[in-house]
């Protein structure tokens, strides 16, 4: 604990300000967690769904030999994925596969000819143009359907930042919170201890020297309270985490974060400090200023 | 330790026909004129009431006169920045007539105070103000609150936070009011060794005894004039 000169009387907000500071950082501790959460779930997902990708050929029924024929037309997509860059690799069901899998549905013998399956896994270095390599495959054969999730995770991604920058919103807005209340109980501590300030200013202390004491003693106790409510949030977030995991058991595989998420919420508590002493000490100057 | 304001005859203090009213009350204090120079040693006495605290809170920069002029260490106070106040003030010891102390913190971080304020280091507070405890009689109570202490025994506190900066001006109120005579004498030659430093000092007092056993200047306060006897 840091050595305090003066040590003001603080006892109205000894037991008020920490209580208020542990609430304040347990409230925006959760809310950034689950901002920082949704962050990873986000790119993680990003990273699973954008590098897969999906081709449907379909049977050309005007062909005279339609079965023949689609096997020509998905020698020759494999062909153009071989030299698209960006494709680290592709397969494409054979026939037999393909009538095994839906041996369950349409029964052990088909006739018709089944649309055929490729999938591709696209390189994480290299970027792929999808764009590009749709309209190439399309100039050859119209009878096909690319599947991205670009599409889908333009919308996924547009919401998620959303979300995030309204929790940035109510992040902020406690921490204004904080200051202000911060500032209040600052004045109200004042009031009880202008005995002591008027003693001090008599011994010689500059309106520097009160404002650098008091306003170190508030932050004490703001960050005393903030890494309480720092420590409930990690406790609660934990105990989510672990009941989450037990009942999806990996269904829901991607609620996985990084420990970091702990080391990144200590930020909270450290602001909600950092904003104790600077609104502690704009309070205490213009008091003090007010008081001569 | 020789002090800075070692040029006798400038005056350290001045007070130019000086009135003080509080609020809209009658003026306790009326056309004062005084001067104290380096190494000056006063009485001040008067009967209850008659203004001998307000006066000397206009020597400590706690009032401000309703007319005329004070000057402190040449400045006039009219014209005083904060922090020249501030700098004013640590070369002032006072001792309040209620004492004024810090009721949470111990003995030693009270007399320690005006120490800590000008930055002094731990270890030299350390040393200092224990040995200056033990003079004044409150070595056991180094670690004691205020509130714990007799009135006696504040007032003792009160004295050491007032000289542990070896001030250049040493005011005290009634400051022996609540000691046995033999501690009173014992504190007086503690002023009067400061004052043998160079301080200058001005003593607000009832006792007729010390002002018998101790051969200064007295000035006296009636119907808000002041006179030197
Ligand atoms: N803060 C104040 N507000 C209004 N009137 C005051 C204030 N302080 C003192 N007075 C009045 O000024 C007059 C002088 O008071 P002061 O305290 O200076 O007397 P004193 O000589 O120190 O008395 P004592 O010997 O009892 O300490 C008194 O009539 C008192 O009522
Ligand atoms: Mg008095």
Known sequence: MLKTD???????????????????????????????????????????????????VLPDMKAKNPSQEIEARINNISKILKQTPGVKSYYAMTKDETVNLLKPWLGGKIDITLPRIISVQTSDVIPLNTKTLTNEIRSYSSLIKLETYENWMYDFKNTISAVQTLLGLIIVLILATTAITISYATK???????????????VGATNKYISTQFSRQMMILAISGGFVGYIISCLVIFI?????????????????????????????????GIIAKVSAMLTIRKELNDMM | MQKTQSDSTKPIISLQNVGLRYNAGPEVLKDINLELKAGDFYFLTGASGAGKTSLLKLLHLAHKPTRGKVKIFGKDIDFIKQQ??????????????????????????NVALPLRIVGRSERYIQTHVPELLEWVGLKKFINVKPKLLSGGQQQRVAIARAVINNPDILIADEPTGNVDEEMAKKLLF????????????????????????????????????????
């Open chain 1, 188 to 202: 109200s501590g004042l009031n009880i201890n202008r005995k002591v300030i008027n003693i001090m200013h008599m």
């Open chain 1, 6 to 56: 003066i040590a003001f009387k603080t006892d109205l907000n000894k037991g008020f300000l920490p209580f208020i500071t542990a609430f304040m950082v347990f409230v925006a501790s959760i809310t950034f967690a689950t901002a920082l959460i949704g962050n990873s779930l986000a790119t993680d997902w990003n990273k699973h769904m954008n590098n897969n990708l999906t081709i449907q």
């Open chain 2, 190 to 229: 503690l002023f009067l060794e400061l004052n043998k430093m160079g301080t200058t000092v001005i003593i607000a007092t009832h006792s007729t005894n010390l002002i018998k056993q101790f051969h200064f200047p007295v000035l006296h306060l009636q119907d808000g004039h002041l006179t030197k006897e």
């Open chain 2, 84 to 109: 020249d106040m501030a700098n004013i003030r640590r070369r002032i010891g006072i001792v309040f007539q209620d004492y004024h102390l810090l009721d949470h913190l111990s003995v030693l971080d």
């Open chain 1, 240 to 272: 989510i985490k672990t009941i989450s995991e037990e009942i999806s058991d990996g269904i829901i595989a991607n609620f996985e974060f990084s420990s970091y998420v702990y080391l990144e919420m200590l930020l909270i508590p450290i602001i909600a």
